[in-house]
Every structure is written in C-alpha cells, then in structure tokens.
C-alpha cells in the first residue's frame, strides 16, 4: 500500500509538471478532461462538473469562468432548459487536453511494468486489528501482512 501511494504522488506530481509546462493548473486540467469525456463530450453543466469534479457548484462557476477567459470553454444556452448554461471545449482547449493526454499516456506506457509490479496478485490474508494501529503502523509489514503471493497477469504473458 505505501508504495502504490507513492507511486500515485510520483505519477500526480508528474500530472502537475505536464499541466503546468502547458499552462495549465491541474484543477483546469481535470476539468478539461471531465468535459471532454462526460457523457460523450459534447458538453456539461455547470452542476455536473461540480459533481464530477467533486467541488461546490459556485466553485465550478468560477472554474468554468477562468476556462472561459482563457478561451479553453465557451458556455452555450441548455437547448432544452434556457435558464441553464452548458459548458463546451473549444478547439484551443481541445488541443491542450489533447497534448496532456498524449504526454500521460507516454508515462503510463513507460511506467507500466512499475505500476503492475505494485499488484504483483498475492492474494489478501487476514489481518490482525493491531496490524492497522495507527502508533504502530509499519507500512512494510502492512504490506507483507495484506499480500501473500504474486499473481501470474494475463498481460505479463
């Protein structure tokens, strides 16, 4: 466990590093990400992307509102609701996400045997209620407790 966290902290700090080599904050980034994706990106309401983003809807209104300004969205009147306003990708912010995403992708590739080094399939075995104590928690030993063997991945093969 201690060292899939570590793992995911490199692999966001990287994230970070990418976004913001393209100008970008990672909150924008997911945002980006989140509107391109959902529901088949064409477009999302503000309240979605809050949900999805896991942030409060006045939160995403401001996101949405430097998205806008920086010409990464545009936001359109909801065809069936027009009291409500969508959120849409431009082409300038299709590019950026296009570009963050190839440059993921390239470290996800890279770093794929590490990643699935980390699930090596052993198997979970019981746990003792002290093997989680937080004053005595050795994440080594949590380690070696949870898992027992390794796993043989289709993908390996």
């Known amino acids: 466990m201690a060292k899939f966290r570590h793992a995911l902290r490199r692999f966001l700090a990287f994230s970070e590093q990418a976004a913001a080599d393209v100008g970008l904050t990672m909150?924008?980034?997911?945002?980006?990400?989140?509107?391109k994706t959902y529901r088949g990106g064409d477009h999302i309401s503000v309240g979605e992307l809050a949900e999805q983003l896991i942030i409060r809807d006045h939160s995403a209104?401001?996101?949405?509102?430097?998205?806008?300004?920086?010409?990464?969205?545009?936001r359109k009147t909801d065809p069936e609701d027009r009291?409500?306003?969508?959120?849409?990708?431009?082409?300038s912010g299709d590019r950026r996400l296009t570009e963050l995403a190839a440059a993921h992708l390239t470290k996800l590739r890279a770093d794929r045997k590490a990643f699935l080094d980390?699930?090596?399939?052993?198997?979970?075995t019981a746990l003792r209620r002290d093997d989680l104590d937080a004053t005595t928690f050795d994440a080594a030993a949590f380690?070696?407790?949870?898992f027992a063997r390794r796993p043989t991945l289709a993908s390996d093969t």
């Open 61 to 74: 209104a401001e996101l949405v509102s430097r998205l806008v300004q920086a010409k990464l969205v545009r």
């Open 143 to 146: 380690d070696a407790a949870v």
């Open 118 to 124: 980390l699930f090596d399939g052993r198997e979970p």
């Open 83 to 91: 009291r409500r306003s969508l959120v849409v990708i431009t082409p």
């Open 27 to 35: 909150q924008r980034y997911q945002a980006l990400l989140v509107i």
